[in-house]
Structures are given as structure tokens and as C-alpha cells.
């Protein structure tokens, strides 16, 4: 009888202390609840309500009396509750952190503490949760490590190897990324802090000096740098690399650190430079081309002409070697091609030049020849060597060869001249029934004159004003519109009339007459392009050759500066060509006079590109704006698939290069539509204009309209 209102009176108690709680939780300003033993909810604060009508969706759900799990997501439920488990076992407190989603998919972060409530037996009887909502404290580092997953994502899948160094000559990693595995074969960690291996140690070692001066030079100038070496693998496999980055402060007043990527480039250097040898090369004997041994003769004149050496130029012919084709067959007329070309090349000096000129004939270039004696001994070797035996499949042959030599600078002053009367001697030589080498012989006295004759009127042609430029206008091949025009000197003598360039620029070579000549043409052309500019034509620039000479001058950069302070002409519509044979001597020396001349703001341009033996490691460190397809190539386009195989090249690695191309010697329209269509940039040439004095040039930019 007495039990029922004892069990009334222990109802009113429950009811007055979820009343209790309720009041108590109201004044929390944070979300707060309490939870019975089982994690069912028995009082909830207007927070938590809206928390949970946020994340559910829906307004006013009844709360008590429900647990986690009717109300989150499985794994979260299961989370709190463990959590409550541990609190009211260990009848203590618990921090931790949750992510609540509301309906419309926001992330909203809480800091929850749990307190187990303990009744008066001393047990746990529940807990008190309270959320303390940190988002927009916590959003930073959200975003932080987000954001280092998304820089780790990438770094992973980065096509190449990203770094942070040390600027010192250990190249010492601070941070290297996963791609250095694939790059090198080493795990990153072996590098950094040079726990295992330094960077430099895998560098080849010919490589390593150049690479290093490379980046600070470019450090020191603007922060950014980029160099190209070779490594070598955990493998052992060499590979080419492209280094590129930009140095940054470390902080603390630690110096300079460097950042950047490093990708494999092997591929891309084998092709270019696979390029650059068809283009300078004979496809078949693999011996060099006419245009280069044209500027092998060049450097072997120039070095004749400084050290007073003879340099020897040969061409040899194979003694009837039509016959051989007509019967033994094509196949075996190119086998013994090549093994002629061998023979040659065995019976040289390396640095002595072997070249292909023809169906049968090759030519040679003799470096440093004290005399006549010197040379004949060369010729005799190369006549034993070619009437070796050769075994061309089951037949045994025996062939001859006939060869004229011309020696500098007794036979002549140029290349064209040297391999020409070379060629006269060789078919003096078969006309005297071959296997015999014959010089050649000219009545040396009467050209001496005819020299000193016109060296001395040289000297005095500026001061009578025999010089005149003409000017010769160069196209944009994309719209057709004149970008420049090319400076053109000539010689109009009162006796001689017009003098060919090619006639008295040697002449002018050989003197210090290029120089003052170069710095009137030079003057000159920066004036008459000034002038044309006040007058209100389009002209774009004036390009104006510089020949070795000039490019040697100390004080070239001086002459240029006054030159241009005098005449007004801007920098920028000034472009100074130098032969691609001249770039190739004392590489250092020439980077650093053409960065000189870049500084000034003036365009720089590589003249006659592809009858030089231009290294692409080389070519890639001039700071060059454009090269010039030389015209032997221009006029063979269409003529000669070699021709218009070098041209493509040449093409295709100026624009590898980041180059403009522009292809001179242009006369005819099939020639322009190959050059437009394999992505050529300009021309020059008798197509487009003829070299046209001032006057007429002026007549010609009226009839095309004023800037």
C-alpha cells in the first residue's frame, strides 16, 4: 500500500529535475545536454535544438528521449557514444572535436567537452555535453592543411623534381620531391641535407662548373635562372636535365635560397641536336656539308690570317666512279662512298675538316700548313689511302682520285674562291689522267696589283663619298606588312663603277678598313632610318651585318652608344647581325659582348644560320631575337629535297628556341608558299623588294601608305 506514492513521489522528483536541468542548461549560451547512462537525451538548451533542426533539416524535432543515433550520421553516433562510455567509466571529463553538416551541406566544426554526472552512490548516472562551435577560429588551419594537400597532390604529379636548396657550391636540399626517383633513379631523402649524396655528385663533372656560373650570373641579374646539364642515374644512364628557378630571401638574414624544378629534357636535346647535324651534315657518308665546310674554311682563314699560316683547301674526285655504279648498282656505288669518307676522315688531323660536295667528289680543309711540302705530303696519304682495295659485297675494287689543293692566301681570299680554283686544279689533275694532285697557279703578281689598287681607293672612298647604303625591305610573312629592312653598303667608283661587296669586303677584312667602314655604315643606316621614322613612315628596324672585326673592336659598345645618342634612333629598331661563324669562337668572350649589346636594348641576329656547326647547347645561351635562313638553303626549297630538309630544320629549331625566322635570298613564289607553310616568320628577298636606294625606298613606303 505504501509503495505507489512513494513511486508518485520519486516521478516528481524526475520531473522537477529535468526541470532543473532545463533551467540550467538554458542560461549556456553554447549548445548543452544532458544524457542519461544509455545516451538517450533528457534535457536539451535552445542551441543544441537549433544545431539539431539545422543539421536534420526540419524545425522543433522532439530531441528527448532520442539518442545519437536517431540523429547522426552512424559513425559519428558511435564515435559520441564511445566517448561517453569513457567519460562516465572514468567518472571524469573529455575533450574532443566533431564536424556537424547541416542540411544544405555546410561544415560546421565544434569543440565538445563531456562531464560525467555521478549520483549519490558515487556511479556515473550520465553526462553533460556542451559544443563550443570554432569554425571561423579553426577555418585558417582548415585551409592551411588543405591546402598542403593539394600542394602535395601536385609536387607528387609534378612531370619532374621540385626543390628548395641552399645557393652554395654543394647545392645542398633542403626539400626534394618525389619525382626525383623517376628523375634519378635516388630516393629524395638521400639528398636532403645531403643525408646520403650531394646534388652536385650526380652533375657530370664537365658539366658542373658551367652549370653553376650559369646560375649565379643569372641570380645576380634578376633572381630568375635556368641551366641545362646532365646527370647521371642511380642506373648509371645519362640524362639531360633543364634546372629552372628563382632565388628568394631565406629570412633571419640567412642569404639566399633557391626554388624551382627540375624535368628531363633528354629527349628534347637528342632531337634538336639530331636536327642540327642533318641540317650541317651529308645524310649518307656522315662527313660534313658545303655550308659546313664553308665556315670551317672561314675559321681555318681566320686563324691562317692571324698566326700568318697557309690554310689548304682540297677537292678531291673519285676517278671514274660512274662506272662503278653502272656496274655494280647504286647500293654499291653509296657503300663506297662511305668507305672512301672513312678512308679520308683516318688519313686527317681531327681538326681538319672532311666534306661531301657531290655524287663523287669531297673536299677538304687543311688547318695550319707551314708549306707546299706539307701539303703534298696530306695529298699523298689521301691518294694511298683512297687506292686501297675496297670489297663491295663479293667484288674486290680499286678506285683512284684526282686532287686539286689552293692554299691561303696565296690563291685566293675567300672560300667560294679557294674551293673554285681547287676544283680547276682537281680536273687539272684528271685531265693528267688522275691518281695525282695538282696546286693551283695564277699570275700572282697581277692580282697583288690589281689588290693594293683597290685596297687604296677603298681607303679614300667615304671621304669622296663613293659609299652608299641601299636598303633592301623585309616582310612579315603573317599579314605581309614591312617589319624592317636590311642595310646594304655599296661602292660606286668614278673608274670601276660599281663595285661588287663581295669584291671589296674581303679587302676591307683583311685591314683595319672594316672597322671604320662598319662604323659609317653602321652611322648611316641609324640615320637615314631616324630620318624615315620623323617623316612618318613604318619602317619597323634597320638591320645592319657586323663583321668579325668590327665584333672584336674594344670599343664597339662605346661606338654604338655615340652612335646612337647622335643619331636619335631608339635601340630597339637597331638589329646587328653577326655570322653564325663568328658566335662559335671564344663562346665566353661572345656571350658576354652580345649580353653587352643586348643591355642597350638594340635586336641581335644570327646572319647565313645553318652554314655554321653551332652547338645547341651554345645557340640556346646567346641572347638572340632572330636567325636568318642563309639564301643557298632559300633558293634550294623547292629544287632539292636536302634544301628544303635543312630549311624545315632550321625553322623548327628557331621556333624550339623561341626564335623569330626569317629566310633571306627569297625570288620566287613557290619558295615563299614552302616558307609560309612551314611556319617561317619573314623574308627578304627579290620577291618581296630589290635593294632600293633612300629615295626609291622612300617612293615605295608612299605607295604602301604612312604610319
Request: hydrophobic content about 40%.
Amino acid at each position: 500500500m505504501d509503495a505507489a506514492p512513494d513511486l508518485m513521489q520519486q516521478g516528481n522528483i524526475d520531473r522537477l529535475a529535468q526541470i532543473l536541468a532545463r533551467a540550467l542548461l538554458s542560461a549556456i549560451a553554447d549548445p548543452a545536454w544532458v544524457k542519461d547512462a544509455t545516451g538517450r537525451y533528457t534535457a536539451v538548451n535552445s542551441a543544441c535544438q537549433q544545431v539539431c533542426d539545422s543539421h536534420l533539416g526540419r524545425t522543433n524535432v522532439e530531441i528527448v528521449g532520442l539518442t545519437d543515433f536517431d540523429l547522426f550520421p552512424a559513425e559519428d553516433a558511435e564515435c559520441s557514444r564511445q566517448e561517453e562510455r569513457d567519460v562516465m567509466a572514468a567518472r571524469g571529463a573529455l575533450r574532443s572535436e566533431r564536424v556537424v553538416h547541416t542540411a544544405q551541406g555546410e561544415a560546421r566544426q565544434f569543440e565538445i567537452h563531456r562531464i560525467a554526472l555521478l549520483g549519490e552512490d558515487g556511479q556515473a548516472a550520465g553526462t553533460l555535453g556542451i559544443a563550443h562551435d570554432v569554425t571561423d577560429r579553426v577555418a585558417p588551419a582548415v585551409r592551411l592543411r588543405a591546402s598542403e594537400r593539394r600542394l602535395a597532390t601536385l609536387m607528387h604529379n609534378l612531370p619532374g623534381m621540385a626543390y628548395r636548396r641552399l645557393n652554395d657550391a654543394e647545392w645542398t636540399m633542403e626539400f626534394v620531391s618525389e619525382g626525383c626517383r623517376e628523375l634519378t633513379g635516388f630516393a629524395p631523402g638521400d639528398f636532403v641535407g645531403d643525408r646520403v649524396r650531394k646534388w652536385n655528385s650526380i652533375i657530370v663533372p664537365e658539366d658542373l662548373e658551367r652549370a653553376w656560373h650559369e646560375i649565379q650570373d643569372q641570380l645576380g641579374k634578376g633572381g630568375r635562372y635556368s641551366s641545362e646539364y646532365r646527370v647521371v642515374r642511380a642506373d648509371g644512364a645519362l640524362r639531360w636535365v633543364s634546372e629552372r628557378g628563382i632565388g628568394v630571401a631565406a629570412g633571419g638574414g640567412a642569404g639566399v635560397v633557391v626554388e624551382g624544378i627540375v624535368t628531363d629534357i633528354t629527349e628534347t636535346r637528342y632531337y634538336l641536336e639530331e636536327m642540327v647535324h642533318r641540317a650541317t651534315h651529308d645524310t649518307l657518308t656522315g662527313v660534313a656539308n658545303r655550308p659546313l665546310l664553308i665556315d670551317h674554311l672561314r675559321h681555318g682563314m681566320a686563324y691562317g690570317q692571324r698566326y700568318e699560316r697557309m690554310v689548304g683547301t682540297l677537292v678531291v674526285n673519285i676517278d671514274h666512279f660512274k662506272y662503278v655504279n653502272q656496274s655494280l648498282g647504286h647500293d654499291a656505288g653509296d657503300q663506297l662512298l662511305k668507305e672512301i669518307a672513312s678512308r679520308l676522315r683516318k688519313a686527317l688531323r681531327d681538326h681538319d675538316t672532311v666534306a661531301r660536295l657531290g655524287a663523287d667528289s669531297f673536299a677538304m680543309v687543311l688547318i695550319d700548313q707551314e708549306n707546299l711540302g706539307a701539303a703534298s705530303q696530306v695529298m699523298t696519304r689521301l691518294l694511298d689511302a683512297v687506292r686501297e682495295p675496297a670489297q663491295l659485297g663479293a667484288e674486290e675494287v680499286v678506285v683512284t682520285c684526282s686532287i686539286g689543293c689552293t692554299l691561303f692566301p696565296l690563291d685566293g681570299d675567300d672560300p667560294e674562291t679557294l674551293l673554285r680554283r681547287a676544283d680547276t686544279a682537281m680536273r687539272r689533275a684528271r685531265n693528267l689522267g688522275g691518281d695525282c694532285f695538282y696546286f693551283y697557279s695564277a699570275e700572282s703578281d697581277r692580282k697583288t696589283e690589281e689588290r693594293l689598287h683597290l685596297e687604296t681607293n677603298l681607303r679614300h672612298a667615304v671621304e669622296r663619298g663613293e659609299l652608299l647604303l641601299q636598303y633592301q625591305p623585309q616582310m612579315n610573312l603573317r599579314d605581309g606588312a614591312l617589319i624592317g629592312m636590311e642595310a646594304l653598303v655599296r661602292w660606286k667608283h668614278p673608274e670601276l663603277g660599281m663595285v661588287p661587296p663581295g669584291r671589296f669586303i674581303p679587302v676591307a677584312e683583311e685591314t683595319d678598313l672594316i672597322v671604320s667602314l662598319g662604323t659609317w655604315i653602321l652611322e648611316e643606316a641609324c640615320r637615314q632610318t631616324r630620318s624615315l621614322l620623323d617623316q612618318g613612315f613604318a619602317v619597323g628596324h634597320v638591320a645592319v651585318n657586323l663583321s668579325a672585326r668590327q665584333f672584336r673592336d674594344r670599343r664597339l659598345i662605346e661606338r654604338i652608344d655615340e652612335i646612337l645618342a647622335r643619331t636619335g634612333l631608339d635601340p630597339a629598331r637597331l638589329e646587328l647581325e653577326i655570322t653564325e661563324s663568328l658566335v662559335m669562337r671564344d663562346i665566353d668572350a661572345v656571350v658576354a659582348k652580345l649580353k653587352d649589346l643586348k643591355a642597350f636594348g638594340v635586336q641581335l641576329a644570327i646572319d647565313d644560320f645553318g652554314t655554321g656547326y653551332s652547338s645547341l647547347s651554345y645557340l640556346r645561351r646567346f641572347p638572340i631575337d632572330r636567325i636568318k635562313i642563309d639564301q643557298s638553303f632559300t633558293r634550294e626549297v623547292t629544287s632539292s629535297v636536302d634544301g628544303a630538309t635543312i630549311a624545315r630544320a632550321i625553322i623548327q629549331l628557331g621556333h624550339a628556341l623561341d626564335l623569330r625566322v626569317i629566310a633571306e635570298g627569297v625570288e620566287t613564289e613557290s619558295q615563299l608558299q614552302f616558307l609560309r607553310e612551314n611556319g617561317c616568320d619573314e623574308i627578304q628577298g627579290y620577291l618581296y623588294a630589290r635593294p632600293l636606294d633612300p629615295e626609291a625606298l622612300r617612293d615605295m613606303l608612299c605607295a604602301g601608305g604612312r604610319s
